[in-house]
Structure formats: C-alpha cells, structure tokens
C-alpha cells in the first residue's frame, strides 16, 4: 500500500454516504444532503426559518448511520426561498483501519412554490470526508403535499449526481475477512434517486403571514445510488438502503 493511504471500511464509506449493505465493496459518493425533509409551503419574503433534523439510515444487512444537521430557510419571495444546510454523517461499527467516521457536507439551495400543493427544489453541495477527501453534488426534485393548518402529509422525489474532486484511495476490506490494503478503490461518481414520505405539524403561535411559528416534522426514506463503472471489485453496482429523519423548525418574521 502506498504511504499515507488513507483507510476506510466499507460499512463506515457507504453507510456515511447514508447507503450501505454489509457485504458491498465499492466505494461511493454520497449525496450532500440526508433527506429534503420540506413540504410544498415557502416562506412569505423576509421570513427566516431555523431548523434542527437527524436520523438514521441503513440496509437490512448492515450497520447504521447516525445523521444531524441544521437548515436556515429566507423567504426571497412569497413564492421562492433560499435554503442553506449543513449536516454529518457518523458511523459506530468496527472498521479494518482506524480513521475519522465523519462526513460533512454543506448545500445551497433553492425551492419555488408551484402552486398551493406541489414545489420544486434544486441544489449545489459539497463535503468532505477525512478518509477520502473533497467531494462535490447536484440535486433537483419534485414535493408534493396537502397543506393544511393540521397534520401536513408530503411525498417528495429527488435525482442527483455526487463526484469526488481529486480523491485519495480507500480500503473498503471487511474486518473479520480481508487483511489491511487487500480490496482498495477510489471513491466513485454516483447518481442518486431518492423518496421520502412524511408529515409535518404545525405548533404554537400564529405569526404575521397566519401560518403557525413552529413545525416538527417526520420522513420514511428510500435511497438508491448507482455507480456505472461496472465489474470494478464485485459485480454490484448500487445500493439501496432506509431510513427515518425527523426534525424541529422555527420561523421568525
């Protein structure tokens, strides 16, 4: 192995790339976000939303993954915000090498307004990962929901495309079956497809704009990322995983 290599298990790259399966080898890119986590409603212009979200995500067949993340939302127009996000993924299982578990990730975004009902959201993210280095992606997406003063059920699907910038090699060996530099790859371009089901509930005062000052909200998600490069380490060539995110926001006017 060259020096200065950088380690990562497989559990720990791909799990924090919020996928994973135990037994799967390649290494991919995640996506700069865990979850959209949002409803069709948009912000009146001038108001400020500051949120709280985490989770975890995983396959049947593998570890999980811890998630946190915070979201600052501004009103442009009635119809048309802008969206900033940080957040980490943190894996806990037992890797081959001993390395840094976290990811982070930072995403500017935006999400217009449609119509009452439906939105479409669209963003630029970027990441590192001390095992492997810099990262990069693009997202775009629908979101539908019946907005209502109650219970706000959502659905909302999302494409996007993740590449590293220029990354170091990684070992995606198993701990209790491959030896220290047997299986290393460098982390590959992915296209990401996403869907997630939720609700949001509206709490406590009413603000300017008639619309409650709080929001806890809750998502199922389904994530598949799908690497082209096809027959490098195993036959495989995506992953799917589930998981929950749930979140508290509150808006300012």
């Known amino acids: ?12 790259f791909l799990l924090a790339a919020v996928l994973g399966v135990g037994c799967f080898q390649r290494p991919m890119t995640p996506p700069t976000t865990a979850s959209l986590l949002t409803t069709a409603e948009t912000l009146a212009e001038g108001e400020v939303a500051v949120g709280l979200n985490g989770g975890a995500q995983g396959a049947v067949f593998g570890p999980a993954v811890a998630t946190a993340g915070g979201r600052l939302r501004y009103g442009a127009t009635d119809d048309l915000e802008l969206v900033v996000d940080g957040g980490a993924y943190v894996v806990s299982e037992d890797s081959i090498a001993d ?10 975004g935006l999400k217009y307004r449609l119509h009452e009902h439906f939105a479409a ?19 775009g997406g629908l979101v539908a929901a019946y907005e209502n003063p109650y219970v706000v059920p959502f659905v909302a699907g999302r494409v996007s495309f993740n590449g590293p910038v220029n990354p170091s090699e990684v070992d995606t060996g198993q701990p209790d079956n491959d030896e220290p530099g047997e299986v290393v790859a460098a982390p590959a371009r992915t296209l990401g497809v996403s869907a997630e089901t939720g609700v949001r509930i509206p709490f ?4 300017a704009s008639g619309k409650r000052m ?3 909200l809750g998502a199922f998600v389904l994530t598949h990322l ?7 380490i195993e036959e495989a060539d995506g992953i799917t995983a589930i998981g929950g995110n749930f979140g508290i926001e509150l808006v300012f006017d």
Do not use: K
């Not at 406590?204 to 603000?207: D, E, N």
């Open 204 to 207: 406590g005062p009413r603000i």
């Open 1 to 12: 192995m060259a020096p200065g290599m950088r380690h990562i298990s497989t559990s720990l």
């Open 99 to 108: 390395e840094h578990r976290g990811i982070y990730t930072a995403r500017f």
């Open 121 to 139: 959201i669209g963003g630029l993210g970027a990441g590192i990962a001390p095992a492997f280095g810099f990262f990069g992606g693009i997202d």
């Open 226 to 232: 799908y690497d082209g490069r096809g027959g490098l």
């Open 214 to 216: 709080g929001s806890l």
